[in-house]
């Protein structure tokens, strides 16, 4: 058995979409494929669960009133004000 991925983010921290949120059939108050957060969408961590099969965190956030969404990790980073949007460290930090 693969041993469960441990969460990058906790709880109450604030994250950025780091790619377009469009709904794949699961927020029922929207068409399929419509876009629900754009890259960029600012939003906070309410929750974080389990993908029971494939061993990965999901977490809930919230992007606004009424639009709460389940994500992964490779969709979210922390927003850090002030930072750039995930930019890559300079070369001569790159272990």
């Given at each position: 058995m693969?041993?469960?991925?441990?969460?990058?983010?906790d709880w109450?921290?604030?994250?950025?979409?780091v790619i377009?949120?469009v709904?794949?059939g699961?927020f029922?108050?929207?068409?399929?494929?419509?876009l629900?957060?754009?890259?960029?969408?600012?939003g906070?961590?309410?929750?974080?669960?389990?993908?029971?099969e494939?061993?990965v965190?999901?977490?809930?956030?919230?992007?606004?009133?009424?639009?709460?969404?389940?994500?992964l990790e490779?969709?979210i980073e922390l927003?850090?004000?002030?930072a750039?949007h995930?930019a890559?460290?300079?070369?001569?930090e790159v272990?």
């Amino acid at each position: 058995m693969m041993e469960p991925a441990q969460p990058k983010y906790d709880w109450g921290q604030r994250v950025r979409a780091v790619i377009d949120l469009v709904n794949d059939g699961s927020f029922p108050e929207a068409a399929e494929g419509e876009l629900l957060v754009p890259a960029g969408g600012i939003g906070e961590i309410v929750n974080v669960g389990m993908h029971t099969e494939a061993n990965v965190p999901v977490y809930l956030v919230e992007f606004g009133p009424r639009r709460v969404l389940g994500v992964l990790e490779d969709e979210i980073e922390l927003d850090v004000p002030g930072a750039p949007h995930s930019a890559p460290a300079p070369a001569d930090e790159v272990a």
